[in-house]
């Protein structure tokens, strides 16, 4: 049974930082993208930033700068490096993995963060 497990959400200052991790448990076959989204109340879950299994990534222009997504390949688990946080950073966030030939999805149970004073 595949398993995404996010962590380390929570409540900050604006200004301050956060470290998202994603352990992924039960996968049988290549992992080959993985990444962060995250969604606001009313709003479609959007892509925050993404990693390939080579290494190669891409960010939402809104957190370019402040954000940094890495992944251990050899331990399966996924990180997004958050900082200089604003408040519109709020939101839960999502950790996704693409599987196998066909780039099968897997979702995450989602992690809320919440960037307020």
């Known amino acids: 049974q595949v398993q995404l497990v996010e962590a380390g959400g929570g409540l900050v200052q604006p200004g301050g930082s956060l470290r998202l991790s994603c352990a992924a448990s039960g996968i049988n076959f290549n992992i080959r993208t993985m990444g962060w989204y995250r969604q606001t109340p009313g709003n479609q879950r959007e892509l925050v930033a993404g990693?390939?299994?080579?290494?190669?990534?891409n960010y939402a222009d809104s957190v370019k700068g402040r954000f940094t997504i890495s992944r251990d390949n050899a331990n399966n688990t996924l990180y997004l490096q958050m900082n200089r946080l604003k408040p519109e950073d709020t939101a839960v966030y999502y950790c996704?993995?693409?599987?196998?030939?066909?780039?099968?999805?897997?979702w995450g149970q989602g992690t809320q963060v919440t960037v307020s004073s």
């Open positions: 990693i390939t299994s080579g290494g190669n990534t």
């Open positions: 996704n993995a693409k599987v196998g030939a066909w780039y099968q999805s897997y």
